[in-house]
């Protein structure tokens, strides 16, 4: 069972607290409840997909506690700070170029060059401001059950996996955020959400065009390199060849790990949680060290390692 607290200036404290020292706690925000964790903390945000069951890395939603804050991690064009001085803060994600170097873990991203941004309505974004640092969070639920718009919801369904949680009552939107990305002249609508779609088209007097979320996340170009590396990734490898990079996995090498030009193990322990937090890094590093190829040793399919595996095998997909 998870402590439930109060919106209570000290209680929030605790939260803060909480999530400085990497832990995870789900808060309220006008949308949904969110599983909230430091967005900087490869650990932490882990955690969030271990506690939610989720079989991807899908990308995560960054919160932000004003403009200026999210200033630091994304590049706003004029059209996308206009939405947000307007509906901010409110239910509109932003999807903006990540600003390089900015601290936010790339499993926050899942590897790609843009970052979903929000400023969420609330006791949560006064606990963004005491930290003075993004929280990414999804909505807290497991993988593939609903929302949870109540703090009796999350207990009852993440009670076990989540310490704590702020009780800031019944969301008033109930409905996930919409998610808006600008390119060019052009406005997508990523995912209809608790802002209407037609409010946002009256204020940019343009329609938005409709896109999938999946579409744009895969959609070519918009994939970060270390996403789709430039070397073929060889998966499940036994042996390495010739010239090839080494992304490593436990305790036991594959045969011939001398050959590896290079050696990065994901977990020498054998840690899936140290692995996911390494992946979209040491597939960068591995990637630019200029091999042809990086042999993959292979990565049990169990807790998070399911994921990894999937983003490991969207790495090695056939590209065109
Ligand atoms: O209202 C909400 O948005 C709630 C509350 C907690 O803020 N959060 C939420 O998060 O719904 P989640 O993880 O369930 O959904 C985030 C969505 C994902 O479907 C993901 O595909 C999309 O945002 N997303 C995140 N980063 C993206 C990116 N860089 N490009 C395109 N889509 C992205
Ligand atoms: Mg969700």
Not at 185 to 196: N, Q
Not at 210 to 235: C, E, F, K, T, V
Not at 240 to 261: I, K, S, T
Request: glycine content about 8%; aromatic content about 4%; overall charge negative.
């Amino acid at each position: 069972m998870a402590q439930i607290i109060s919106t209570e200036p000290s209680a929030l404290q605790i939260a803060a607290q909480h999530l400085k020292n990497g832990s995870l706690v789900a808060l309220p925000t006008e949308t949904v409840y969110g599983l909230a964790a430091d967005a900087g903390n490869g650990s932490a945000v882990a955690g969030i997909f271990s506690a939610k069951g989720r079989p991807h890395f899908n990308p995560l939603i960054a919160h932000m506690a004003s403009l200026e804050m999210a200033e630091r991690y994304v590049q706003f064009d004029t059209l996308s700070r206009k939405l947000a001085e307007k509906f901010w803060p409110g239910p509109l994600t932003l999807v903006l170029p990540l600003r390089e170097g900015a601290a936010i873990h790339p499993l926050v991203t899942a590897g790609l060059t843009t970052l979903a941004v929000r400023m969420p309505c609330g006791p949560v974004r006064e606990i963004i401001a005491m930290l003075d640092s993004p929280l990414a969070a999804p909505s807290a639920n497991s993988s593939g059950r609903i929302s949870a718009t109540s703090a009796q919801a999350v207990q009852d369904d993440l009670g076990d996996k989540v310490e704590l949680i702020v009780d800031g009552g019944a969301c008033v939107v109930g409905l996930e955020s919409t998610i808006v990305k600008i390119e060019g002249e052009k406005a997508y609508l990523l995912r209809p959400g608790g802002l209407a779609a037609e409010d946002i088209e009256a204020f940019i007097g343009q329609p938005l065009l409709r896109l999938d979320q999946r579409a744009a996340i895969q959609a070519p170009g918009m994939l970060a390199s270390h996403y789709a590396p430039n070397a073929a990734m060889r998966l499940n490898s036994e042996e390495v060849r010739e010239g090839e990079a080494l992304l490593a996995f436990g305790f036991d090498r594959a045969n011939h790990a001398e050959r590896a030009v290079m050696v990065l193990n994901l977990s020498p322990s054998g840690d899936l949680h140290e692995a996911a937090v390494h992946l979209f890094d040491y597939m960068k590093q591995l990637d630019a060290a200029g091999a042809a190829t990086i042999a993959v040793e292979p990565v049990p399919h169990h807790g998070l390692g399911e994921a990894i595996n999937d983003r490991l095998s969207r790495a090695a997909a056939p590209r065109s």
